[in-house]
């Protein structure tokens, strides 16, 4: 049973668009959601994060909404440049689970220049 | 300067061997954490260290044993390997203050078992 789901498997932009990629969760007791980035052959480098009692954090170019009503969460990055493309995943933890993280599938982001 | 860094990057094995994956953090930080990526890609948590003591153990195989001898390293020991158990593994690492949830990952280890 997947509680955190990325529902786009890839994601296609021309640079300088926006990139919207977004995630859905389940459990309600998760408190903090995070975004992570990992190009082949590297670990996950972490990118932005969003505490359930916020609705937005921005950070530069990277954007995070988050949507408790709906259980949703995006990530926006504009503009988009090559270097974004990588697979992206989100991430959940809730304090009553030690913190431990719970991710997505990932998807995977082209940018066309 | 490599913050958490994990050897071998590359393993391959046969089936019913046993071997060991090794991780170090130069974070200072008190959590560290066994990732397991199977084939259809999610990232599935194994197991948590604070400050060398076991605080979250998932449903693993009694196969897999962590041992943390100092808060910064921990290492994944794999008893009898299975086919099933080709994945790559990430170790993390995290502070204990908030925000204790952002994690920092290794590179990975390819595991291969033949």
């Known amino acids: 049973d997947q509680q955190v789901k990325q529902n786009s498997p890839s994601l296609s932009v021309q640079e300088g668009r926006i990139s919207i990629l977004n995630c859905d969760y389940t459990?309600?007791?998760?408190?903090?959601f995070l975004w992570y980035k990992k190009y082949p052959a590297e670990g996950p480098t972490f990118l932005i994060s969003i505490s359930s009692i916020k609705d937005k954090n921005e950070d530069g170019r990277f954007t995070v909404f988050l949507n408790k009503s709906a259980k949703h969460l995006s990530l926006h990055i504009v503009p988009s440049q090559p270097g974004d493309s990588a697979v992206y995943f989100c991430a959940a933890s809730a304090r009553e689970y030690g913190n431990k993280l719970v991710f997505g599938a990932g998807t995977i982001l082209r940018v066309k220049s | 300067d490599t913050a958490v860094s994990q050897t071998p990057k590359y393993l391959v094995t046969q089936m019913g061997n046993d071997k060991s994956i090794k991780c170090e953090q130069n974070?200072?930080?008190?959590?560290m954490y066994w990732y397991k990526q199977d084939s259809k890609k999610f990232l599935k948590i194994m197991f948590s260290y604070n400050n060398k003591e076991l605080i979250i153990n998932e449903t693993v195989p009694n196969r897999f044993s962590p041992k943390s001898p100092d808060k910064a390293h921990l290492n994944l020991h794999i008893n009898s390997l299975e086919l099933g158990d080709s994945a790559v593994y990430f170790c993390?690492?995290?502070?204990?203050?908030?925000?204790?949830?952002?994690?920092?990952f290794g590179p990975g280890t390819r595991l291969t078992v033949l």
């Open positions: 993390a690492s995290s502070a204990r203050d908030f925000p204790y949830n952002e994690q920092f």
């Open positions: 974070l200072g930080h008190d959590t």
């Open positions: 459990n309600s007791m998760f408190d903090y």
